[in-house]
């Protein structure tokens, strides 16, 4: 089993009309033995911008950790939010430069630009980008996400039915990944509201 496996995780964010959302299971395990049932994959960088680790679970807690730190210090010198492509540049040069000894991680990274221009993009685990207009997935469930997502998106979809599509396509893609599942977290984000509900899986 890949070390990347060794958590399990599913990660997929998508872009609306001037909205994005971004989803993640739930479970926490070792291999296949459920941990927790509550595990945060997705983590607040500020009000339009969110980025979600998949991978091993302590190298993605390490990391938020460094990127938070790092947004702090852009936010003290700069004294403004930092746009979606930057962090993004910034989460890959910090990847790369551990490109000897990596985070386990692959990250998902959502965020509202200049004129609530939606922004997602995916890397590797050293930092090389893939940048997409329509979604991205990550994790062990990439697979099965990548076959719902692109059977159910459609462009300009509004928040309400962002979220429906993006929750239909998490809950039946971690169903065919034994490592991923216990439902999962949906932030939709949009430049007047954010939208958080947790999805119940079939165990709950």
Not at 45 to 55: A, P, Q
Not at 146 to 157: N, R, T, V
Request: aromatic content about 10%; charged content about 25%.
């Amino acid at each position: 089993m890949s070390i990347f496996e060794y958590n399990g995780s599913a990660l997929v964010a998508m872009v609306g009309k001037d909205c994005f959302a971004i989803a993640s299971d739930r479970r926490l395990g070792v291999q296949l033995q459920t941990i927790a049932t509550d595990f945060q994959r997705i983590s607040k960088i500020h009000d339009m911008l969110y980025v979600g680790l998949s991978g091993l679970a302590t190298d993605a807690q390490t990391l938020y950790q460094r990127l938070a730190f790092r947004h702090k210090l852009y936010q003290l010198r700069e004294e403004r939010n930092m746009q979606p492509e930057t962090f993004a540049n910034l989460v890959s040069a910090l990847l790369y430069e551990k490109r000897f000894g990596p985070y386990f991680c692959q990250p998902v990274i959502a965020g509202l630009g200049d004129d609530n221009k939606p922004f997602i993009c995916t890397m590797d685990s050293i930092g090389a980008k893939e940048l997409a207009k329509d979604f991205v997935v990550a994790g062990t469930a990439a697979e099965s996400l990548y076959g719902a997502c692109e059977s159910m998106y459609k462009p300009d979809m509004e928040p309400e039915e962002l979220f429906e599509t993006v929750s239909q396509a998490l809950l039946s893609s971690v169903d065919r990944d034994c490592l991923s599942g216990w439902g999962g977290q949906v932030y939709v984000v949009s430049a007047d509201q954010v939208i958080i509900r947790t999805l119940k899986g079939r165990m709950d």
